[in-house]
């Protein structure tokens, strides 16, 4: 079972940095997409940003340039480092990660969101 570990958030006000982490975590043979979605009320969920196995890191429109996702190597760990925060950007932030398990099964696993409030 894969499950991911989220943190950071909160709120800030517009023009302000905040950092999002997120650790797959379990019995993982392979994993092929870690990163970040969004939601914003009444709106569909939205690419933020992720990383693939070939090291690869695609952003949504709306936040390249101000954003950067990295990634720990040494483990399953990425992190979003959100600067510029405009209030738009409000939302529950997901983490997401696609893979295989040990087992050859795969997986395309939700973290549990975390909120980021850009307001002044």
């Known amino acids: 079972q894969v499950e991911l570990v989220e943190s950071g958030g909160g709120s800030v006000q517009p023009r302000g940095s905040l950092t999002l982490s997120c650790e797959a975590t379990?019995?993982?043979?392979?994993?092929?997409?870690l990163g970040w979605y969004r939601q914003a009320p009444e709106k569909e969920r939205e690419l933020v940003s992720v990383i693939t196995a070939g090291g690869s890191t695609n952003y949504g429109d709306s936040v390249r340039g101000r954003f950067t996702l990295s990634r720990d190597y040494r483990k399953n760990l990425v992190y979003l480092q959100m600067n510029s925060l405009k209030p738009e950007d409000t939302a529950v932030y997901y983490c997401n990660a696609r893979g295989y398990s040990a087992t050859r099964v795969p997986f395309d696993s939700w973290g549990q969101g975390t909120q980021v409030t850009v307001s002044s």
């Open positions: 379990g019995t993982i043979f392979s994993l092929n997409a």
